[in-house]
């Protein structure tokens, strides 16, 4: 453990359920100090010490604050005023460097009695509540291990001691707990709805039903469900009854949103209302999987906006050989738009190939939290009951992308078309990207968005303004500000034309006209008119050839290599990769060449042969600008010079994609010279290894991470990945395949 509690001597006061448990917790760490308890009842302090609990204690907090370092209150809510008090008045008797802390389930009343006793908020006093417990109580419940893995939420002032927070986040660290922090009033809003509410519902749910005549057979017959949900209306009702009096305001807060989202789905059930029975269900089921997913990965900060603890690396080996068939995930590009624009079209959509990973499954969570039926996803099978182009609800807060700047862009464009107002927001690395150039266009069109500081989100999107269409010429080559614009002239009033400086990936055009949408495209202009609408039509996924470049580049720079990648995307717009990698000398062909709805499609099969460096050709980087990463450790085993220009768009990816991947040369001895919008990579082609091994950080990007995985290949010692956890917004299950065909790698918790 990377913090140890070294309080000389420990006073606890309550010796509940949380009082024994830590105690005994702490016991079975190994604490050396002395732990002493303070409870009314006698006989528990008895049993409390016979069990090797505590050293001693008493029923009089004042008896046992002599020479007390730190002093936890695990007394019930409503008892916190009494003990403040006593606190205040017998301090005096307590060591110099005395720290306090409690266990309350609701901290604003806690925080109240406190300064009513002390006069004001003691720097000392830091204020936390483990979200761990049973609904059994007392020291029959005691638990050593009660708070291991469990989040404890601490909500310390501006004006508390550093020192004291340190202390009270080592006390609940020794224990096994994870400590977050956040401030008082978002602590009871978020408790009233997570724990409050539930606690609540079970109770008056059990009472009504054991009021009822039928009771015992209710009862007798009650499933697991039933069970599963009941079993909190065990737990102690004097306890809940002071948490929700001292929590009122939040708790009625909580239950009033409750009871409008009961009605909602009570009117649906009576009016037989299928598609809304479905779309309020399918999004509770896939809400608690998306968000429970998403906070176990530890990709993305947690809704309380607070640092994990520990990151996931890679610890990737040298050698190693590349052999097989395998096939990499769904495209993400079009796994988004398949479910933006299958929410907006009239009819029922049934998707197969959907990726399965954070970016995709945050914008299909997006459409459920604006009212769309979505089922699944099964298998890569999504089923979308469309609503059309303004059967879209306003969400009922902001919408959350995690690390999609796809979906934040192409969300911006369609909902600057709305008639609700919205609000996008994503995880820390998203709000550090630039927004403006979709924003600045938008607003040219009537769109009205507000924007952070430098353009950057979350992005407030004001709803019922009158679009226009707008002949805009792109500055930059992008697909995402392009199908933004698209999408956002679907509810012009006139035409929007996009004439793109080169060409970018045609997804959203080749979708649009696969609904039903007619896109005219001439040279580098592609225009639609507003007002039109979309039908419903099957839509296959490809594989996604921004995964697959880094198996390509795996077995391109591995001797011996043999690999078939199948049913990859080979969109024109997208396969940039594969023309620099058989520039390279690459031995990469197309098989089995096909369509599916509209996107081309093929194997990919490459064998091993010598690469050489080249100048990527200017046309080539908008077609490769994901790949680039990969394409970079392709340069590092040619021999000679790779040189890349006018590629400024890497620097504004997830990560400073350039720095980034110069920095792990750095790290790797790989020779280059890194420019503002390029790199030189002085590369070599040996029969052995052609750099060493070493530790790189990726910075959170989940392409930096897999790229420097792939170099591992040929690395002469292991290469460790720091910050891997992001992998999974683009490839879940990279890990395993890349073992399939043969890298030796594996996943680490770092930190830990």
Known sequence: MSQVAREPRILIVGLGLIGSSLAAGLRRAGVAGEIRACDPHLDE??????????????????????????????VPVLAMCDVMHELATDRHRAAPDLVITDVGSTKATIREAAVAAFGSLPANLVLGHPIAGSEKSGLDAVDPALFEGHKVILTPAPSTSTDAVGRVRALWATVGAEVLEMDVDRHDAVLARTSHLPHLLAFSLVDTLARQDERLDIFRYAAGGFRDFTRIAGSDPVMWRDIFAANQSAVLDALDEFEAGLARLRHAVEAGDADAMLSTLDRASHARRYFDSLLNQRSYQAEYQMQESTSLCYRAGPGGAVQGRIRVPGDKSVSHRSIMLGALAEGVTEVSGFLEGEDSLATLQAFREMGVAIEGPHQGRVTIHGVGLHGLQVPAGPLYVGNAGTAMRLFAGLLAGQAFDTELT???SLTRRPMGRVADPLREMGAVIDTAEGGRPPLKIRGGQALKGIDYDMPMASAQVKSCLLLAGLYADSETRVREPAPTRDHTERMLGGLGYRVERHGDTCWLQGGGALQAAPIDVPADISSAAFFLVAAAITPGADLVLEHVGVNPTRIGVINILQ???????????????????????????PLHGIDIPADQVPLAIDEFPALFVAAANAEGVTRLRDAGELRVK????????????????????LYDEGIDIMGRNTDGPNYRGADVDSLGDHRIAMAFAVAALRAEGAVNVRDCANVATSFPGFIELARRVGLTIEEQQEGA
Request: hydrophobic letters at 40%; one cysteine or more.
């Open 583 to 609: 520039r390279m000398g690459a031995d990469l062909r197309l098989e089995n060449e096909h369509e599916v709805g509209g996107e081309p499609v093929a194997d990919l099969h490459v064998r091993y042969a």
């Open 45 to 74: 302090l008895t049993r409390a010490r016979e069990m090797g609990l505590v050293d001693g204690g008493g029923a009089c907090l004042a008896e046992q604050l002599d020479g007390v370092n730190l002093v936890v209150l695990a």
């Open 426 to 428: 994503g995880d820390t």
């Open 654 to 673: 997830e990560s400073d994609r350039l720095q980034a991947m110069a920095d792990g040369f750095a790290r790797l001895g790989v020779e280059h010279t």
